[in-house]
C-alpha cells in the first residue's frame, strides 16, 4: 500500500487522538519518505510544534505504543526512524483513511 501525506493527514485530523499527537502526527507526517517512514528528531518536533522536548518523546512513545508509530530503525544515542501506520488510527470517518 502507497502512503499518501494527503490521506494521512486527513485520517490524523479525524481522528480521536488528543490534540498534541495529532500535531505531533501531523509533523512526521510531514516528513515523512513515500514508504511512510520518517525520523525528525525530537528537537526539531519541538520547534514546529511548540511543545516540549520531554512532551514529544512521551507523546511520541504513547503513539508507539498504540501502534500507530513503528520503530523501524534505532541507533544508540541516534534518532528513530518510524513507520507510520494510519490504518491504526480510530476514525470519525466512514470509509478506510488510505485505499
Known amino acids: 500500500m502507497k502512503f499518501h501525506k ?6 490524523v485530523l479525524s481522528s480521536g487522538l488528543p490534540p498534541a499527537q495529532r ?8 516528513h515523512a519518505c513515500r514508504e511512510g ?10 520547534e514546529l510544534t511548540g511543545y516540549s522536548v520531554r ?18 530503525a534505532e541507533a544508540e544515542g541516534k534518532f528513530k ?7 491504526r488510527l480510530k476514525t470519525r ?7
Open 6 to 11: 494527503g490521506r494521512a493527514v486527513d485520517a
Open 23 to 30: 500535531l505531533l502526527m501531523v509533523a512526521y507526517i510531514k
Open 37 to 46: 517512514i520518517a525520523w525528525p528528531g525530537p528537537a526539531l518536533l519541538a
Open 81 to 87: 526512524k518510524l513507520q507510520i501506520d494510519v490504518l
Open 93 to 99: 470517518a466512514k470509509s478506510a483513511p488510505v485505499q
Open 55 to 72: 512532551s514529544i518523546k512521551a507523546h511520541r512513545s504513547k503513539l508507539i505504543e498504540a501502534g500507530i508509530l513503528k520503530v523501524v
